[in-house]
């Protein structure tokens, strides 16, 4: 393999192909469909290569020896806060902006409007009723969001204020936590496209509507869910990553298949402990945020869903066809008349890819050390379960991106033999 500067040229080349193709790739006429193709070798190399960087390892915000409480706060975390200022201020202008543009209205998009209501039925003490279906919207559809999706949406809902304001804090803090890590370095080339494309993201999601991130979907809290799950594989902390996972979980199914993967990296690594510390955290978190509110028969109930994705996906090939000619995907390719098959490579491949990157990076160990198993077999898993995805909308790319983002941003900050960039450390 290359050294570590190729390594981090590759990586940084991997990120750039993916967010190309996630971004304004899609401006080209009838393009989205066949940048599935290098969005997933894209998102795969990137994957790949974590494998063969040192062990990634997070310190958060150390306070310096002998400096008291004013070494924790640095003149580079002060500049870096300022940044963050402008950049809210940025995301508000820009926002308020698209919100008087594009009203919340059903006809548009009904994800927010029927979160809205299960959040006003939580707020009235109706926790049992939080799942009824809802007359007034398309006669009465059947909520199906899980309790991380639509519990956080709460603040909007109590204080009255735009739902999508919690989608946009979601992405600040996405977008905040890049900027602690990311270390700009003069005459560094990664670090500098690194940054340009952290910028282009941005751009992207709040300069232009395409994708429907801040103005119809909910998919900022999801994207700083996964967020905060990278960080806690970085910190290696298990009963951070524990919270961290449920709160995935309990939002999107996504993740399901890197669950067991991650369990069979402690058992093969003989941390037993840990791994039985990180079900009873799942267990928990489940109790609180499933069980309590909603109760074991809704849990049934939307334990079922996924397979009722099938038919809703043939009703969106009859509605909306654009969907799938407009998005990434292998979705369009399949057409309609396979999605059972296509389904069929999403549950199956979901499962098998991140535990087969345990496995090979284990007996592998034998010739070759590898490190970085779960953050790879992460990324590796959100690559896979949206290029298969039964109904690819384009927001739902942006997750994967930007866990990418933060991956990258860690790796190109550090430098060899240099125990702390800023205020993480990456080490060996």
């Known amino acids: 393999m290359p050294g570590q500067k190729h390594l981090r040229s590759l990586l940084v080349a991997a990120f750039a192909l993916e ?27 990137l994957a790949v290569l974590l494998l063969y960087f ?12 002998g400096k008291g409480l004013t070494g924790w706060f640095t003149r580079t975390h002060q500049y870096k806060l300022i940044v963050l200022a402008l950049l809210a201020l ?3 202008t820009l926002c308020r902006y698209w919100f008087d543009e594009i009203p919340l209205d059903i006809n548009y998009a009904d994800m927010l409007p029927i979160i809205k209501v299960m959040d006003q039925r939580f707020l009235a003490g109706h926790w049992t009723h939080i799942y009824d279906t809802i007359p007034s919207i ?10 991380a999706m639509w519990q956080p949406f709460t603040l909007a809902v109590l204080f009255d204020i735009d739902m999508r304001w919690i989608t946009v804090a979601g992405l600040l803090f996405s ?27 941005f751009w992207w999601i709040f300069a232009d509507d395409m994708p429907g991130v801040i103005t119809v979907s ?3 809290v999801v994207i700083a869910y996964y967020v905060l799950l990278v960080l806690a594989l970085l910190s290696g902390n298990v009963l951070l990553t524990g919270i961290a996972v449920s709160l995935c979980m309990l939002s999107r199914y996504a993740l399901v298949g890197w669950i067991p993967a991650y369990l069979l990296y402690l058992f093969l690594h003989r941390k037993g402990r840990q791994a039985v510390l990180f079900t009873l955290v799942g267990l928990v978190c489940f109790l609180l945020l499933f069980l309590m509110p909603v109760g074991w028969d809704r849990f049934m109930s939307l334990a079922k869903l996924p397979g009722n994705y099938i038919r809703f996906a043939a009703i969106v090939w009859q509605d909306s066809p654009d969907v799938f000619s407009s998005s990434l995907g292998f979705a369009g390719f399949f057409g309609p008349s396979r999605i059972a098959l296509l ?4 549950v199956a491949l979901s499962f098998i890819v991140p535990s087969l990157f345990v496995l090979i990076s284990y007996f592998r160990g034998r010739t070759r050390e590898f490190a970085n198993v779960p953050l790879a077999a992460l990324k590796m898993s959100l690559v896979v379960f949206y290029s298969f995805i039964d109904v690819p909308y384009l927001y739902l790319f942006y997750t994967s991106s930007f866990v ?24 060996r």
Not at 54 to 65: A, V
Not at 404 to 427: C, E, T, Y
Request: overall charge positive; aromatic content about 14%.
């Open 138 to 147: 398309w006669n009465g559809v059947q909520p199906i969001y899980l309790p």
């Open 54 to 65: 040192p062990r990634l390892e997070l310190t958060i915000l150390r306070r310096q020896p």
């Open 404 to 427: 990418s983002l933060i991956l990258v941003a860690f790796v190109v900050s550090r430098q060899p033999n240099d125990p702390a960039p800023g205020a993480l450390r990456s080490a």
């Open 343 to 346: 389904h069929g490579f999403l």
């Open 90 to 92: 940025c995301m508000h």
């Open 19 to 45: 967010t190309l193709c996630v971004t304004y790739g899609l401006k080209a006429p009838r393009a989205a469909p066949f940048l599935a193709v290098p969005y997933f070798l894209a998102g795969t190399a």
């Open 175 to 201: 977008f905040g936590i890049f900027l602690f890590i990311y270390r700009p370095e003069r005459r560094n080339y990664t670090s500098f496209l690194t940054g340009v494309l952290a910028f282009v993201l």
């Open 218 to 220: 909910e998919e900022g």
